[in-house]
């Protein structure tokens, strides 16, 4: 029967992918991890602690991050496109700061200029 060990330093060396590593952000994601400890360091001994990144999957990573990352950069481009708006029917976008981006819609969708019929319909 064989026995799962720890591997010797000697084995763990800078690029070396290994399994079972762990991740605070990916504890249900069993992540792999990439040493990225100073080759010469491991070699010579010197690295009291060997560092690695976690590598997870992109499914793991897609459904984590990934969508934080997609919901942030698709507010603030919402964000930056209401701005504009109200900055072109001639508001100020600070109104932002202090009402709901609803009341701002309803706010520009009442509007009835030629001008700011453009920037409600943005």
Do not use: N
Request: hydrophobic share 45%.
């Amino acid at each position: 029967m064989d026995m799962v060990g720890y591997p010797s330093t000697s084995e763990m060396t800078q690029g070396t992918i290994f399994t079972c590593a762990a991740s605070e952000d990916y504890c249900d994601a069993a992540p792999h991890g990439l040493v990225i400890t100073a080759r010469c360091d491991v070699a010579h001994g010197k690295a009291p602690v060997i560092s690695y990144i976690p590598l997870v999957s992109f499914r793991a990573w897609l459904f984590r991050d990934g969508l934080r990352l997609i919901a942030s950069r698709t507010l603030a481009a919402s964000r930056g496109a209401m701005k504009a708006a109200l900055r072109d029917a001639g508001l100020v976008d600070s109104m932002l700061d202090t009402l709901s981006p609803q009341i701002v819609r309803e706010y520009l969708a009442g509007m009835t200029e030629k001008a700011e019929l453009k920037a409600a319909k943005r």
